[in-house]
Structures are given as structure tokens and as C-alpha cells.
């Protein structure tokens, strides 16, 4: 066999040397991780040490003091915010911590806002994709809600629901399952590691669960100064 075809293909995401500051104070340094398509990596570490903001740089909403990082061959810390936006809107889903919802917008209308941007207007294609996906996250029949009538475990899956619309490439997710109760929350950690197995995207997710951790391929804990070594989950 060609020895090309034997070389491992480049990984869906890759950070090297990552570091971050606010003014004078170091957030992290020294930062380096791999994801591969399909992929389900938690990602842990203490509070304080930077895991939100880790998130916010890859996806190109804060900038990083030093290091590289590239999603699917791109260097997204050398994009313009033009094309860093274009970028997150047809290749990420990011789910907040704090939801982000818009609410004004009913909960279909939330869900639906990464398939319009992509200029999906077919409104029976659309309405069926945020039906599926509500389904997914064990909301059928919210789609005419507004945010001021869901509980805060509601709102947490409605915006799981809208990073997982589009079938991104890669999934962000940010304390998924922090308002959640045990059953929802397992509900919703099975449907982003399908998402990200069945569709292969690369899925992180920063998370103090332990049912987080049990479900992904591998764990790593973030510190100020690095990332520790890979541990595999059996």
C-alpha cells in the first residue's frame, strides 16, 4: 500500500501553544490538543483555569495571546471576523453556558436561526430538521414557546438543540448539562456524542460531570500550564 494512504488523515482541530492573558494576569499557556472527526473529548480542570475561554478562542470569539489553532485546515486565529463568523455559522455548534437564546424568537425560531443563516429558506426542510432535533432533546411541542415561559433546563436544551441544527463539524459545548436534572442530562449527553459519532464531527465538551467524562473517547484536564496527557476511557 501506498504510504500515503497509510498516514493518519490531519485531525478536524488542532491547537498548539495556545495562551491567553486578561491584562496582566495568565490565563493559560502552552496549550496543545488534537480532535479528530467524530471524536468526543471532555475536556476538565479546575474553575478559574481558563476552560471557557479556551472554548471562546478556538471558535474564534476571543483571540489568543500566542499559539495557533486550525478547524479544518484553516487558521482561525488568522481569519478576519468576517470570515471567523462565516466560519463558526457553517462549520461549529456552541452551546453557552448562558443559552444565548434571542427572546424575542419563539423556541422554533431559536432553533432555526444557524439553518437560515446558512440560507436554508425551504420552510418545510427547516420546520422538519427543528422538529428532529427538539424531539432529540425531549422537547417535542415547544416550538411555540418563547424563552420567558421554559424552565432553566428547558433553555439549556433549546440552545443544545440549535448548535446541533445545522450538523456542524464541530461542536463546542460548555457545561452542557449544568441545569439539567440527572435523566435530561444524560438524555443530552448521548445526543451530542451520536451527533458527533453518526456525523463526524469532532465534539468538546467542557463539563464537571462525571457521566461527561464516562461517555467521551478521552478525558484531559486543563491547567494554567497545559493540557495533561490523554487518559483513555475504558
Known sequence: MNDDLRRTPPPLLAVRGLAKHYGATPVFRHIDLDLAAGEVVALLGASGV????????????????????????????RLSEPDAAALRRRSLGFVFQAFHLLPHLSVADNVALPLLLLGQREATAVDARVAEVLDGVGLTGYQRRHPRELSGGQLQRVAIARALVHKPALI????????????????VLDLLCRQAREQGAGCLIVTHASDAAQRADRVLRLRSDGVDARIPID
Open 50 to 77: 481558563g476552560k471557557s475561554s479556551l472554548l471562546n478562542c478556538i471558535a474564534g470569539l476571543d483571540a489568543a495571546d500566542a499559539g495557533e489553532i486550525v478547524l479544518l485546515g484553516q487558521r482561525v486565529d
Open 172 to 187: 463546542l459545548a460548555d457545561e452542557p448539562t449544568g441545569n439539567l436534572d440527572p435523566v435530561s442530562a444524560a438524555q
